[in-house]
T-cell receptor
Framework: KAGVTQTPRYLIKTRGQQVTLSCSPISGHRSVSWYQQTPGQGLQFLFEYFSETQRNKGNFPGRFSGRQFSNSRSEMNVSTLELGDSALYLC???????????????FGPGTRLTVL | GESVGLHLPTLSVQEGDNSIINCAYSNSASDYFIWYKQESGKGPQFIIDIRSNMDKRQGQRVTVLLNKTVKHLSLQIAATQPGDSAVYFCAETPGNQFYFGTGTSLTVIP
């Protein structure tokens, strides 16, 4: 069974630009969560989509948005990029919504975004 | 916001020794906890999980201990191997989303 895939793996943008990242979950998984990982901050939750609906949202500005398609693939978009948006963006998929016990999340390799 | 912290940012152990990685959490309502391992250039990988109605759970070479009284979680790795070198995160959830610690970097010395 193929794992979670994320594209692109690396991305370089300049301030003010916008970016779209893609995540394909494991087949059959309906929950996709996005996280931002920076040195010293650990994993910060962005949002979770389940069956095309945003189920939870973390404390990030409105410049960060996402969506999920009927095939459970998800995209996240960051508009008006800032230097502080440089990070590793991870997505994770699971069968059931976050918070369900013994509901393992499988992470993708991440997209490394650098904002210059 | 939630606060999930790790007592030690780095840990070095000799190959073959046991490793103990600690984690403190702040939300007494959290009822599910997971330990993840992240190797360089990869996404986090699930190691073991535990529910709040348990105080110990064992896997292959790993044991998670949960002390709800002091809101403390630990991961024990038996007979640590070079392949165990990675960053380890704990995560907690009170039921809506996961909150992760910043991680402990484990280095195994051959």
């Amino acid at each position: 069974k193929a794992g979670v895939t994320q594209t692109p793996r690396y991305l370089i943008k300049t301030r003010g630009q916008q970016v779209t990242l893609s995540c394909s979950p494991i087949s059959g998984h309906r929950s996709v969560s996005w996280y931002q990982q920076t040195p010293g901050q650990g994993l910060q939750f962005l949002f979770e989509y389940f069956s095309e609906t945003q189920r939870n949202k973390g404390n990030f500005p409105g410049r960060f948005s996402g969506r999920q398609f009927s095939n459970s693939r998800s995209e996240m978009n960051v508009s008006t990029l800032e230097l502080g948006d440089s990070a590793l963006y991870l997505c994770a998929s699971s069968l059931r919504p976050q918070g369900t016990t013994y509901n393992e999340q499988f992470f993708g390799p991440g997209t490394r975004l650098t904002v210059l | 916001g939630e606060s999930v912290g790790l007592h030690l940012p780095t840990l070095s152990v000799q190959e073959g020794d046991n490793s103990i990685i600690n984690c403190a959490y702040s939300n007494s309502a959290s009822d599910y906890f997971i330990w993840y391992k992240q190797e360089s250039g990869k996404g986090p990988q699930f190691i073991i999980d535990i529910r709040s109605n348990m105080d110990k759970r064992q896997g292959q070479r790993v044991t998670v201990l949960l002390n709800k009284t002091v809101k403390h979680l630990s991961l024990q790795i038996a007979a640590t191997q070079p392949g165990d070198s990675a960053v380890y995160f704990c995560a907690e959830t009170p039921g809506n989303q996961f909150y992760f610690g910043t991680g402990t970097s484990l280095t195994v010395i051959p």
